[in-house]
Nanobody
Framework: VQLQASGGGSAQPGGSLRLSCAAS????????IGWFRQAPGKERDWVSC????????HYTDSVKGRFTISADSTQNTAYLQMTTLEPGDTAVYYC????????????????WGQGTQVTVSS
């Protein structure tokens, strides 16, 4: 299983970025996929996840209304559309795949991709 994250970069506060996570060796139709982030000097935090099998999405409170997670089964790729970015969103973002039918902040994924840096500053 490989997860290839991309799309990170720099943005100004209020700007937008879209992260992609291309999966191979695992079918996103069958397994949930999520995004985590780790800010400098802090622990890795769960951000969002999607269960493509039932269409359910979940978000941590700080990104609700600003971030949107989606998954394209034809491309076997997940996305994290980030809008109204804030300096507090600065972190390395990781995508991860679950081997459980469900996902959420308390469930630990089994597979991890490499991180992609997101920097929000003016």
């Amino acid at each position: 299983v490989q997860l290839q994250a991309s799309g990170g970069g720099s943005a100004q506060p209020g700007g937008s970025l879209r992260l992609s996570c291309a999966a191979s060796g695992i079918t996103l139709d069958s397994y949930p996929i999520g995004w985590f982030r780790q800010a400098p000097g802090k622990e890795r935090d769960w951000v969002s996840c999607i269960s493509n099998s039932n269409g359910r999405t979940h978000y941590t409170d700080s990104v609700k209304g600003r971030f949107t997670i989606s998954a394209d089964s034809t491309q076997n790729t997940a996305y994290l559309q980030m809008t109204t970015l804030e300096p507090g969103d600065t972190a390395v973002y990781y995508c991860a795949a679950y081997v459980t039918p469900f996902c959420g902040p308390e469930i630990i994924p089994h597979y991890w991709g490499q991180g992609t840096q997101v920097t929000v500053s003016s």
